[in-house]
């Protein structure tokens, strides 16, 4: 059983957070041997429209998509039409002659030749690719030559034949380093199904579950559903980044499907997806995948933990004591990752402060929203599973 008094604190916290100027509101939903345990949502999604945060609220997820695509593509692997030792230069012809940055390099251009990266590195961030907020040479580069994240103004194609361009922070399998492999491995999807990932997506997975409301564009009847996102910036911690009158997410102006962090959510949405990972790959009489393979998922990839493999941290939640899987990270040792927790806890976040994990050993899957960037700007989902795991009776 979850204590109800303990569980209340949640929503106190989450009014805490918006009093104090944290987020301008947010949303949480939890769900416990297949039920409901706990809902709450606390203020304004649209503070200028006055739309409050509510359990049909659509926001961006960005990475919290990773573990969506990682689902599709472990989907494919389940059928063999593709193995995740395969290099990724079998699908993907532009990534065959690679180069890494040299160790100790401090310019881009010092590079030296590599192999091209496997599918399974690029699933779990060991391939050598990064990201433009990432420190370093090859970040920097990424930074010049895609000056936004997601890429609005690309394909997906062309996205990895000007990616393919670029070095390689490290030779592939030695380090461990947040990454656009993800991105990558939608356009591997692309190339298996024969089909644009959104497509591919919505057959495969939303369709069967009832995810009706989960997808890279938002539908002009949709808009007044979605929220604004929001950015903390040294001279304003609520500054606005993006309302959905603005939005490149609306429908007609996305070009590029980003399996790493293009997709919008809700929280029965996304709730009926992580809890098809928790119960093995299987939701309401719909199979996505066997439940070995889910397993296989959640397990660690990595021959240690994150830290060990030279990322100290990611965001607000420490690597030290998480290992990584298809599409997530898993809690090692729930000590040494100093929150509460359960061995095999498996999930990952969102820029936007998005947070999503399932505990198997407490049969538990837990969804939280709210918009704003970076991630980092605040431990709140160091504090909210310290708040879950203290409702918990038995």
Request: with cysteine.
């Amino acid at each position: 059983m979850m204590d109800q008094a303990r569980l209340d604190r949640i929503g106190e916290w989450m009014a805490q957070c918006r009093e104090t100027g944290r987020y301008t509101g947010s949303s949480v939903l939890i769900f416990r041997d297949g039920e409901e345990a706990y809902f709450a949502a606390d203020g304004l999604a649209a503070p200028g429209r006055k739309m409050p945060y509510a359990r049909d609220t659509i926001v961006r997820i960005y990475s919290m998509t990773k573990l969506v695509t990682s689902t599709l593509f472990m989907m494919l692997v389940e059928r063999g039409q593709v193995v995740l030792d395969a290099p990724v230069s079998d699908y993907l012809p532009v990534f065959t002659r690679m180069r890494a940055l040299r160790p100790g390099a401090t310019d881009a251009g010092d590079t030296e030749p590599a192999r091209s990266p496997t599918l399974h590195e690029l699933l779990t961030h060991t391939s050598g690719m990064t990201y433009s907020f990432n420190e370093g040479p090859v970040p920097r580069a990424y930074a010049e030559l895609f000056p936004q994240l997601l890429f609005h103004d690309e394909s997906l194609e062309a996205f990895c034949e000007k990616l393919a361009g670029l070095p390689l922070c490290f030779q592939p399998g030695r380090a461990w380093e947040y990454s656009v492999g993800i991105d990558v491995i939608g356009r591997v999807i692309e190339v298996i199904t024969g089909k644009p990932l959104d497509r591919a997506m919505h057959e495969e997975i939303f369709a069967p579950l009832g995810m009706t409301d989960t997808g890279f564009e938002l539908p002009d009847e949709k808009l007044g559903r979605f929220a604004d996102c929001f950015e903390k910036r040294p001279d304003d911690p609520l500054a606005l980044f993006e309302t959905g009158e603005e939005s490149s997410f609306r429908a007609g102006r996305v070009s590029v499907f980003s399996g790493g962090g293009g997709l919008l959510s809700t929280l029965d949405d996304y709730m009926r997806f992580g809890e098809m990972i928790r119960q093995g790959g299987a939701l309401g009489g719909v199979r996505l995948l066997g439940p070995k393979t889910v397993a296989f998922m959640m397990g660690n990839h990595l021959p240690g933990d994150i830290a060990s493999m030279g990322a100290a941290s990611f965001a607000e939640m420490p690597m030290t004591g998480m290992g990584f899987g298809i599409g997530g990270a898993c809690v090692l040792d729930p000590a040494r990752v100093r929150v509460p927790g359960s061995v095999g806890d498996f999930g990952w976040g969102g820029m936007a402060s998005t947070y999503f994990w399932t505990d198997p050993a407490e049969r538990m899957s837990v969804v939280y929203f709210t918009q704003l960037i970076p991630s980092s700007s605040y431990a709140n989902r160091a504090e909210l599973k310290a708040l879950v795991q203290g409702a918990l009776m038995d």
